[in-house]
């Protein structure tokens, strides 16, 4: 790790009780990385929301922001490697100092950007322009949204958020995302509460006819992605009382033919001091690539990297339930 990058840990994290390993469930099978077509980086723990179910723990009290040196290092490994996709995430990327700088230099090597945004940071002050800084860069954005009715999405994650997500919405069609032959603009459902999602293509359905009947919405594309027992749902999930009922249900559901499709496969993950990790999720439990590898954005090294074993806990029965889960949604039909 270069001098200047300070890592900030916040003790030990706390893994689900599972009635059965995750190892065990895959049987045999070592879990590999297949390529590394995707640079996920995770710039941070600042965020305008504080969501119920959010992985990252992020909020507005959060100080955790990415420096300009590890945008540097990220922007040389796409560079230098010809990795295809960036996708940005957080907390809200936004908000930190080098976001469009960070988004610019990467459009100007090529790589496509996908920004994980959650529609409600564009009210912040200073952020009104985003829809046209998003098209001008066309950039692909991915958006939450709990549900297409208040209740369900406020509760999730607050009063109000519903109504300024509609009106952020509006905005990226009138700039042309999510319309046909248009930018690109996706939406994220992920249930309220310890559910597994409904099928991607029914729900799909139903959030493009009821966001265009009750507020004129367009979008493409709709990713169920199942909450992952870890972070603030996790002690959400303890509270409840339903953490074993959770956990039961994800390992009954477990889908052989979601494996080869698993995100941790095609990507690997960046934080916001450098360091890597095999997805988002793995990197929020503090767990490190294997042993003998490059750990951090700084001594990236694609071919020890890109057939790497990937390191597994049982919060992965998240990804690998009924139809699997991934940020680009089910994974298996």
């Known amino acids: 790790m270069q001098a200047g990058v300070q890592i900030e840990r916040k003790g ?4 689900p009780r599972s009635p059965i390993s995750f190892q065990e469930k895959l049987g045999p099978v070592e879990l590999r990385s297949l390529a590394i077509e995707t640079l996920q980086v995770n710039v941070g723990k600042l965020c305008n929301q504080a969501c119920k179910h959010c992985h990252v723990d992020a909020s507005p009290t959060r100080t955790e922001i990415m420096p300009r040196e590890v945008v540097d290092a990220c ?3 796409l560079h230098e490697f010809n990795i295809p996709t960036l996708d940005i995430t957080g907390g809200a990327p936004e908000l930190i100092p080098d976001f469009r700088y960070f988004v610019t230099e990467a459009r100007a090597i090529r790589a496509n950007v996908i920004v994980r945004h959650n529609l409600t940071v564009m009210h912040e002050e200073g ?10 860069n066309r950039v692909e954005v991915v958006s939450s949204l709990p549900y297409f009715n208040a209740a369900k999405t406020d ?22 995302f999510g319309l046909e032959n248009g930018l690109t603009l996706n939406l994220v459902y992920n249930p309220v509460g310890a559910f597994l999602p409904p099928d991607q293509a029914s729900i799909e359905g139903d959030f493009k006819r009821e966001l265009m009947a009750r507020y004129g919405i367009s979008f493409n594309s709709l990713f169920t992605i199942t909450n992952m027992p870890i972070a603030r749902f996790l002690d959400w999930l303890r509270r409840s009382g339903n953490e074993t009922h959770y956990m039961s249900k994800l390992v009954n559901a477990f889908n052989p033919a979601t494996v080869d499709g698993l995100m941790c496969r095609n990507l690997i993950s960046v934080d916001w001091t450098g360091r890597l990790s095999d997805c988002d999720f793995n990197q929020m439990l503090d767990m490190p690539l294997a042993d003998g590898l490059p750990q951090t954005i700084f001594d990236f090294k694609l071919e020890r990297l890109s057939e790497r074993r990937i390191v597994t806990a049982d919060h992965c029965f998240g990804c690998t339930a009924g139809a699997g889960s991934s940020c680009g949604g089910a994974v298996a039909g």
């Open 127 to 136: 952020q009104e322009e985003l829809p046209q800084f998003f098209a001008e």
């Open 12 to 15: 030990a994290r706390t893994f």
């Open 75 to 77: 922007l040389q490994a």
């Open 155 to 176: 509760s999730q994650r607050g009063t109000g958020v519903f109504d300024k997500s509609i009106e952020a919405l509006r905005r990226l069609n009138d700039v042309g």
